[in-house]
């Protein structure tokens, strides 16, 4: 089993898979500015700023993979990647600043890993096999090894897939531009026949989709959209699907989104 959580340089498609995380550290600052009013004294105050959400990551490698790791990280600091953290439905763009790896002891070595959050709203990232299957069939669960968490979702159908629901507010899914992605490969390469889509239930109709033909190996496939003031209090869902009536067999590991 791959563990859920998750590192994705989009522009060089580097993908680095974290074993057990076993502490998370989540910081956030505003600056509040202090002052007394000269009209009455009174003591009032405002928001001078916020500050950037940062994240340490607290966990351990297998030491059979510290080498390659070592050098990807050695590569990402700095750069824009995708966070996604699991066990925390996290997904956020972000920049590396800092890792330690001291020598291992054992079977394991240590790694603690500093980011910094490059937008103010955190996104959100799903195991395939944790979110809902379509009612009409043509998806099922089933144990991968090469998969994040251990499983897979595989569609065969037309109109099959799988989607989790979002209910649009101020701190989920807020106004804004986001890229929706999606880790899947098939297996007979039918053009166009996988879709990513966000649907906006609240008003009957699909919001943003976007067709790609898969390769026979797993790759990240991405999507943009925007959420704007008329999609205020919605409920949508955001899911991927089989669209073709070809013979196929897709295979889902995560997907999710980032802002912006």
Known sequence: MIY??????????T??????????????????VVYQSSLDASIKAFTGGLGAREL???????SDNVDTLRRQLQYLRGKQVYLMLGAQNLATVARITNFDMPVAVGTYTPLTLDVVAESETEGQFWE?????????GGATVSASTTASGGSVVGITAQNGGCYETISQSDFVLPVGNYTAFARAKDANNITDDFELQLYNITEGGVH???NETLASTYGMYT????IDSSDAGDSLYLGVFKDKANVNFLIVDFFGFVRL
């Not at 993908?15 to 509040?32: C, K």
């Not at 395939?128 to 009409?136: K, N, P, Q, R, V």
């Open 223 to 226: 999507m943009d959209f925007t």
């Open 56 to 62: 340490t990551l607290v966990g351990k490698i297998s």
């Open 128 to 136: 395939a096999e944790d979110t809902t299957l379509t009612d009409g």
């Open 15 to 32: 993908t680095v898979f974290i074993d057990t995380l076993q502490q998370i550290g989540n910081s956030a600052s505003a600056e509040v």
């Open 208 to 210: 943003t989709a976007s």
């Open 4 to 13: 859920p959580n998750i590192i994705y340089h989009p522009d060089s498609d």
